[in-house]
Nanobody, 128 residues
Framework: EVQLVESGGGLVQAGGSLRLSCAASGFTFDDYAIGWFRQAPGKEREGISC????????YYADSVKGRFTISSDNAKNTVYLQMNSLKPEDAAVYYC?????????????????????WGQGTQVTVSS
């Protein structure tokens, strides 16, 4: 059974940091891209970062570039999202998602529909 479990969310003051984790099981981790999305109340889900577990390539949305860092520990089947300099507008439910990748094909995926599996989400609250 494929499972993605997010953790690490919580309440932080503006300017603070959090590290989210996405622990994956039930599939061959190296064959997948892992994306992070977030959804704030009343807003659409936004893709903010992605990492290819096979080649380590990464992507960041402009809204988080320079503040967030995605990384992967393939030995632990876990992807991390280090979030620094948090702003109130970063408050949202954060989700990780997994997408099977084909050798020689695209390694980074940005849209919700491109992902096969989703975690349950973890809440991030940023106080001003």
């Amino acid at each position: 059974e494929v499972q993605l479990v997010e953790s690490g969310g919580g309440l932080v003051q503006a300017g603070g940091s959090l590290r989210l984790s996405c622990a994956a099981s039930g599939f061959t981790f190296d064959d997948y891209a892992i994306g992070w999305f977030r959804q704030a109340p009343g807003k659409e889900r936004e893709g903010i970062s992605c990492i290819s577990s096979s080649d380590g390539s990464t992507y960041y949305a402009d809204s988080v570039k320079g503040r967030f860092t995605i990384s992967s520990d393939n030995a632990k089947n876990t992807v991390y999202l280090q979030m620094n300099s948090l702003k109130p507008e970063d408050a949202a439910v954060y989700y990780c998602a997994a997408r099977y990748t084909v050798v020689g094909g695209p390694a980074i995926f940005l849209a919700e529909y491109e992902y096969d599996y989703w975690g349950q989400g973890t809440q991030v609250t940023v106080s001003s």
